[in-house]
């Protein structure tokens, strides 16, 4: 297929060597508007051979102990962190974020992902309990599953994907990932680098393309016995259905309406450079970004004269620029989606006191035609308008006033989705109050992203089904028996 010269064209990676589609889908520089890759259409042919690859490989690559699969994950991670700053300025191009973002958050993240699961599978250890009377011994032993589907979302692309191949791998599963066809490049560049980091062929497998064509062949295969998803909640009940017959084990971390409660006590020098990055970061492209911000009547009007004054200072234009703090949304599709929520928060009396159809975005020549926003504060807005229901994934928050605990509890608890709040005050005693009854996988209390990979990841109701991390995701990828001696 004749493709001009100046575009990037992505190949599948299947049983350790890159393998052309039939068709393709064009991928754009979001802060250009321009085509600028070509992405494989792949569908059920596709994922079918990277099945087979990845079933082939199991036998040997289970087989391997923990440690030398670790040594493996180790090696990779060392490649990727090698070539950091190219992998930082294709996540730039791909998803449009900013160049520092890439260069701090995602990049470094994506080779923590490797070398941490390459850490935590040594030290995983089984039960064993003794019954004296009936002279039996019992213990645990656990074994991978097999071929594991991934599916990645387009807002944090290697560093998520990376989140499930990590320890997938470490498990001693072989895999089927599928990267968001929008933002596929730095996948593909971690293809390019694993055989030189020992990874036998067929054990990662990488399809790429559309989640109704390739997204599905992988979610229906009889042979793929567990997926791992994160994405939208739509799309979680579509994976639901579709896998049901087969009763595959599901992990699902889907979206959020993450709320910040603000009490009149806070440390505001604190809490709203925080809040800022929380609203704002990665163009609010974070499952994890706060969406909702309530703040006690008392400080209410101090706090946002400050909050939308520094939300004013943001800079918001070219990615690979090192001094902007807010990139371009992914597409010109999603872009419009945003905007046309803030047209329904201000056609129901919402003010909105900066940012879209507010202030006007001034762009270099090269980005007039890429899909920017700037940092939006919305206040006035009624807990029940769907800018406060909803999932808006952009550069959009909301700020509400409330006046008690108990009232802001059941605000904050008010919505579908439950995966991350944030709570600041200086009282001891109400963080823990106030942490232990919000419907939400995550707290963080006077401060925000502070992770421990260690600990569960994921979200209560709509937010998604099972949790990440070093314990959660080796009990998901691995089966567990239990063995009876008697002697």
Known sequence: MAQSKALLVL??????????????IDSYNPSTGDVYCKVPDSGKEEVEAAVKAAKDA??????????????????LADLIEHDLEAFAQAESKDQGKTITFART?????????????????LHHVTECTEMATMGCVHYTSRAPVGVAGLISPWNLPLYLLTWKIAPAIACG???????????????WMMCKLLEKAGVPPGVVNVVFGRG?????????????????????????????????????????????????????DADLSQCIPTTLRSSFANQGE???CTSRIFVQRGIYSEFLKRFVAEAKKWKTGNPSDPTVDVGALISKEHLEKVRNYVKKAQAEGARVLCGEGVDSLTLPP?????????????AEVKDESRCMQDEIFGPVTCVVAFDTEEEVIKRANGVKYGLAATVWSSNVGRVHRVAHRLQSGLVWTNCWLVRDLNLPF????????????????????TEVKTITIKH
């Not at 087989?63 to 670790?70: G, V």
């Not at 899909?371 to 919305?378: A, D, E, G, H, R």
């Open 286 to 288: 974070i499952c994890l």
């Open 58 to 75: 199991f036998p040997i690559w289970s087989s391997k102990s923990p440690l030398e699969r670790s040594q493996i994950l180790n090696k």
């Open 458 to 477: 994921g979200g209560m109701k709509a937010s998604g089904i099972g949790r990440e991390g070093a314990k959660d995701s080796y009990e998901f990828f």
């Open 105 to 121: 958050v995602d990049i470094p993240r994506a080779v923590y992902n490797f070398r941490f699961f390459a850490s935590s599978i």
């Open 212 to 264: 109704a064509k390739a997204g599905e062949a992988l979610v229906c295969h009889p042979d793929v016995p567990l997926i791992s998803f994160t994405g939208s909640t739509l799309t979680a009940q579509q994976i639901m259905e579709k896998s049901a017959p087969h009763c595959k084990r599901l992990s699902l971390e889907l979206g959020g309406k993450n709320p910040a409660i603000i009490f009149d």
């Open 11 to 24: 190949e599948n990676f299947i049983g350790g060597k890159f393998v052309p589609c039939s068709s393709y």
């Open 173 to 187: 599963n072989t895999v089927v990932a599928k990267p968001s066809e929008m933002t596929s490049v730095t996948a």
């Open 366 to 378: 090269g980005n007039q035609k890429g899909y920017f926003m700037l940092p939006t504060v919305i």
